[in-house]
């Protein structure tokens, strides 16, 4: 089959009435998550994993990824009117959009931010579905020891961009791989680490866990804090909105610009849409030939990272789909849905699943063209949405973790355990643990572990086999130097900086 | 701050030799033919100890005590009310039932922690349930523990 019947067979499953329903859904949720500041893809994804057992994984996937896509878009909406970041990937945007809209010239903002995202979030597919298949070919001629390594890498480099303390991001890595352990042993049968409780034999469950630090966890971090929004006055008329030929002129280089750079960023195991976008402003900034606008309302610095995040978070799906590596924290969750789906990701998907994977790529481009209509024409309906009191808001999402918890086993044990993680996920990210770290690490823990042990069943030097063959080689020496690195620096300078934690996109 | 890093990391340091020692007393290391149950998890207790012992260095040469992390005033009523009004609902949600509890919880949150108005508080708390209800119940039909209402 070529690129085109497997197009065709991928807009033949999207256009079914009901995948259209969700990815309708999820592009409205996901820009409503994305513009309300405390909830961010992670989240979303999370609390809405429960929902997805009612459908085939196929819905289900297209669901989580126009959310995603839509809280891209979404979060543009805080930062330019409110000049706070409706998440993480939208933190840039402030600089600028909010300069913008003090200057009254919210709606080019809102409209260069939603047309960029969109023609970046097009490319950005369009990269995905060419280079998915080659990478998926290239990875089948993975062996144990390979697949070790590239776990080791994917779990190295998340975590060592996470937050400021490199050291607590590599123990909440270490603490989640741990999780991982508890249950049966697949190879040798043995219950490990269960304390005799008859519940803990299948395992720390991956949804409570997730629903726990990313949804109950952040709503108990942000009830001691009081978010004071003012939303700015302005005009979202198509006309207002829509960019003039001299935006247009100033912003479609740093839009081709942060579209590249943001994919690329986006594919690399670790650096995810936030990344993406600080790295767009900067480049930027620098090739500007009037560098001093910059933060008074420069328009590229809005297209330029609101292009960036988009192309990052089409990216961020290319080594979850064909290595079974999530690029960022929302891909992480993710990648635990597809395996409580029953769906492996790696090499093998695209061709064993391949109206999952099609199926996919083509609501990808229907949810682009949805989220531009939403917002271009639909501003003023999101924008009544932040009045919502953020007490409310913290309620719905309790309860809504609660059911979730509950709804995947129909145990009250789950609900104890989100309980009992939504705590630790207060306590992780009050003192700067890495909640994604320990997330991710929960997911691969148990295929790290096999891979690692079928590798040194054949190996006949110990450890050593992970050196000995090239492609396992660089990655696992890739690996090593990104766990030095960050160490390294973290032991010299005992101080750190403050920066918002990359790997929440 | 600080004193929450050197407490973490003595904590952290114990929980990496204990699970170390529990994987090499109870599970095998190496077995017949590779690595047993006992390899990954006794190396992961060791790669802790090693990541605390680092944690408590840095933790002890930081001179500056930190922002406090503890939540005071009305951000501990807040931290507390959500986490108890949380617990208080799985608690009783085997008598209560999903329908009244959403309810219950809603209005305790809404009106007598967060004072809002009677009727905000009860249309909140209607709305969700009835959603609530319409998506789990009807829709992925879970069955939720009825309580004394019978739904």
């Known amino acids: 089959m070529d690129l085109f019947a497997n197009l065709a067979l991928g807009f033949s499953i999207a256009f079914t009435p009901f995948n259209l329903l969700m990815a309708g859904a999820g592009v409205i949720l996901g820009t409503l998550i994305g513009a309300l500041p405390g909830i961010g893809p992670v989240s979303g994804v999370a609390l809405l994993l429960p929902l997805t057992f009612g459908m085939s994984p196929t819905s289900g996937i297209i669901m989580l990824a126009a959310l995603y896509a839509g809280s891209m878009y979404g979060g543009t909406i805080t930062s330019v009117l409110i000049n706070t970041p409706g998440e993480s990937a939208s933190v840039v945007t402030c600089l600028d959009g909010y300069q913008m809209a003090l200057r009254g010239r919210a709606g080019p903002a809102l409209g260069i931010a939603a047309i960029g995202s969109f023609i970046a979030g097009t490319v950005g597919v369009v990269l995905l579905m060419g280079m998915s298949p080659l990478l998926a070919r290239w990875a089948l001629s993975f062996g144990p020891p390979e697949t070790f390594a590239l776990m080791l890498l994917g779990l190295t480099t998340v975590t060592g961009l996470t937050g400021e303390n490199a050291v607590k991001g590599y123990i909440s890595m270490v603490l989640g791989l741990m999780l991982s352990m508890v249950g049966f042993d697949l190879i040798s049968g043995d219950a490990r680490y269960t304390g005799g409780i008859n519940e803990m034999l299948d395992g720390v469950d991956f949804l409570p866990v997730a629903i726990g630090l990313f949804g109950l966890g952040e709503v108990l971090a942000g009830a001691d804090q009081a978010l004071r929004m003012e939303i700015l006055n302005a005009r979202y008329g198509l006309r207002d909105v829509l960019p003039s030929a001299a935006d247009w002129a100033r912003s479609r280089w740093a839009i081709v610009r942060g579209t590249v750079l943001g994919f690329v960023v986006g594919v690399l195991p670790g650096a995810g849409p936030t990344i993406a976008s600080f790295l767009a402003y900067t480049v930027e900034k620098k090739v500007s030939r009037h560098p001093e606008e910059f933060g008074r309302g420069a328009i590229e610095g809005v297209a330029a990272p609101e292009s960036a995040n988009n192309a990052a978070s089409a990216g961020a799906m290319v080594p979850m789909l064909t290595l079974g590596i999530p690029g960022s924290a929302t891909t992480a969750v993710m990648l635990g849905g597809l395996m409580m789906w029953g769906i492996r990701p790696g090499p093998l998907l695209f061709e064993k699943n391949p109206d999952f994977v099609w199926g996919l790529i083509a609501s990808l481009y229907i949810a682009n063209v949805m989220l531009l209509v939403l917002n271009v024409g639909f501003i003023p309906v999101f924008v009544r949405a932040l009045r919502v009191p953020y007490s409310i808001l913290m309620a719905l999402i309790v309860v809504f973790c609660i059911t979730g918890a509950y709804s995947q086993n129909n145990k009250l044990w789950d609900v104890g355990q989100m309980l009992v993680f939504g705590v630790i996920g207060y306590g992780m990210k009050k003192l700067d643990y890495s909640p994604a770290a320990l997330t991710l690490a929960l997911v691969l823990g148990p295929l790290a572990e096999r891979a690692l042990r079928q590798a040194l069943i054949i190996s006949d030097s110990g450890v050593l086999i992970l050196f000995q063959r090239p492609i396992s080689a660089v990655l696992t020496v890739l690996a090593l130097a990104a766990v030095a690195t960050p160490v390294a620096r973290a032991l010299l300078a005992s101080r750190g900086r403050r920066s918002p934690d990359p790997a929440n996109a | ?151």
């Open chain 2, 1 to 151: 701050m600080r004193r929450a890093d050197r407490v973490g990391a003595v904590l952290l340091l114990l929980f990496g030799v204990w699970f170390a020692a529990v994987a090499l007393r109870y599970y095998t290391y190496w077995g017949a033919t590779g690595p047993g149950s006992g390899f990954f998890p006794f190396w992961l207790g060791v790669a802790m100890t090693v990541l605390a012992a680092f944690l408590l260095v840095q933790a002890a040469r930081e001179p500056d005590p930190g922002p406090a992390w503890i939540p005071r005033g009305r951000g501990a009523v807040r931290f507390l009310g959500v986490l108890g009004a949380s617990v208080a609902f799985v608690a009783l949600m085997p008598w209560l039932g999903m329908v009244l509890g959403t309810v219950l919880f809603l209005i305790v949150i809404l009106r007598v922690l967060e004072r809002h108005s009677w009727p905000t508080a009860l249309g909140v708390a209607a709305g969700t349930a009835a959603v609530n209800w319409a998506v789990f119940t009807w829709w992925l039909r879970v069955p939720f523990p009825a309580g004394v209402l019978g739904f």
